[in-house]
């Protein structure tokens, strides 16, 4: 018997090794990805077209689209345990970016709107 719970107990702390270290992994890379799109959204712009919003700042984690479908609100990974996250405008009927709100008081809107 002793011999059998050992070798789960040896499973057991091999595994939740292995969880809090892939843990530590994700954790690590997503707080990197944050800071990454975190500089890059002082240089962003608003104007531009949606596409390059995206391929700055990679896929948006939520949309949110206003009630009549004319704005959407994409926002981005940002550093962890930063409260606001960074968020974009959208104006969907001709896909331009109105405004990008960095979630640490930098907010740029576009003069064309």
Request: glycine share 10%; with cysteine; charged share 20%.
């Amino acid at each position: 018997m002793s011999g059998v719970s050992l070798l789960t107990r040896k499973l057991v702390i091999t595994a939740a090794a292995l969880f809090v270290l892939l843990g530590g992994v994700w954790v690590y890379r997503t707080h990197q990805q944050g800071l990454a799109n975190l500089e890059a959204c002082g240089t962003f712009q608003p104007g531009g077209q949606r596409a390059e919003l995206i391929k700055a700042f990679g896929s948006p984690k939520s949309r949110e689209a206003n009630s009549a479908g004319t704005r959407v609100v994409l926002s981005f990974l940002s550093p962890l345990l930063a409260q606001p996250p960074i968020r974009a405008v959208v104006n969907v009927r001709d896909d331009v970016v109105m405004e990008i709100d960095c979630g640490d008081g930098r907010i740029q809107t576009s003069d064309k709107y």
